[in-house]
């Protein structure tokens, strides 16, 4: 780290990690709890300052963005995917910049590069990781941000692409680990006895979690009385959750996943090629499955015991054709450097 006085403003850079929704996915929205960690994934961003009225926003995904720093730009027609893709992540650095240029903004500009080893559309929580680098990348061009910070904008910028966000996502990855969260609510790291590790099964189908959650706002609105039940339900199985955790009980947290899979279903936010796959999991060894994130598609989380992995991979990889990826819990959330 360089002495203070040659700290280079001019350039910044930042990574955050994907997650997984072990437990309480949909129910969150609600005010119900759920349990969130995150991974060995990440996505990388840098940021740079120009002397240039212009935001370029740049991703490996091979999306290329332009937009303008004097005035904010609306999605329109004349935006092009790129642009409307990249919207979010640019109103929120617009906010930054508009926010510490001391009336400078007419010649200030960034250029931003995004590199992200975390899957798109399937639920590992891609969009989330994008603002919470992206905003910390931008925001150490100006301040030493803190993580708060970070998250309160990265939050505003998820939700312009889902508005009902619970915030599990952006603050998951923002201050990483394994997290009890309550929407609006007091959140606290579970003290797991080692790092957890799982398979991810993708679907292959990509899904919009917009889609789905305004799917399950519409089952709320009409079976009111039963959304209560199964929320009731979502929340004791995270409660017992956090005990098997802390006490490292495998078969249970597993038993667990399954049972939180089976009220995903009553929600509708299952399909078959999701319960197949959840299906296959638990015939072939695994302590429990369930979809994880909004569901329509995405993945499938798998917990299976150590010794059966190598040989579980290959089965569903030749069965199903499906993508696995096997993932680890890490505490590692947001960093800057
Ligand atoms: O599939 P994802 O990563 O977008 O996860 C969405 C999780 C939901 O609970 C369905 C929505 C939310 O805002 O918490």
């Given at each position: 780290m360089p002495p203070f006085f040659l700290y280079d403003f001019s350039l910044s850079r930042a990574s955050a990690p994907a997650k997984i929704m072990l437990f309480g996915e949909h129910f969150v929205v609600y005010g119900s709890p759920a349990i969130l960690g995150s991974?060995?994934?990440?996505?990388?961003?840098?940021a740079r300052r120009i002397e240039s009225p212009i935001i370029n926003i740049r991703s490996d995904s091979g999306f290329f963005a332009s937009f303008a720093t004097e005035r904010l730009e609306k999605p329109g027609p004349n935006f092009s995917e790129a642009q409307n893709v990249m919207y979010p992540l640019y109103s929120a650095i617009y906010e930054v910049i508009r926010g510490h240029s001391n009336g400078n903004e007419g010649n200030l500009g960034v250029e931003i590069n995004i590199n992200s080893d975390i899957p798109w559309g399937i639920g590992l929580g891609s969009s989330a990781a994008s603002c919470v680098a992206t905003i910390a990348a931008v925001g150490s061009l100006f301040l030493e941000p803190d993580r708060q910070w970070i998250f309160t904008r990265a939050l505003r910028a998820e939700r312009i692409i889902h508005k009902c966000s619970s915030g599990a996502?952006?603050?998951?990855?923002?201050?990483g680990g394994l997290i009890y969260y309550v929407r609006n609510g007091k959140n606290r790291k579970i003290r797991s006895r080692r790092d957890l590790s799982l398979i991810v099964v993708n679907t292959g189908i990509k899904h919009s979690t917009k889609v789905l959650v305004s799917l399950v706002k519409n089952f709320r609105d009409e079976n009111t009385a039963l959304f209560d039940r199964l929320a009731t339900s979502a929340t004791s199985i995270c409660e017992q959750a956090v005990t098997a955790l802390t006490e490292d009980n495998q078969v249970k947290l597993g038993q667990l996943m399954?049972?939180?899979h089976t009220l995903l279903e009553s929600l509708g936010v299952s399909n078959e090629d999701i319960d197949n796959i959840v299906g296959f999991c638990l015939d072939n060894g695994a302590y429990g499955a369930k979809l994880t994130g909004a569901g329509g598609g995405g993945s499938v989380i798998a917990l299976i015991p150590d010794q059966c992995k190598t040989e579980f991979v290959s089965k569903i990889s030749k069965k199903n054709s499906c993508e696995c990826i096997p993932i680890r819990i890490k505490s590692c959330g947001l960093l800057r450097y």
């Open positions: 991974i060995d994934r990440r996505i990388r961003v840098s996502d952006c603050y998951v990855s923002t201050f399954s049972k939180n």
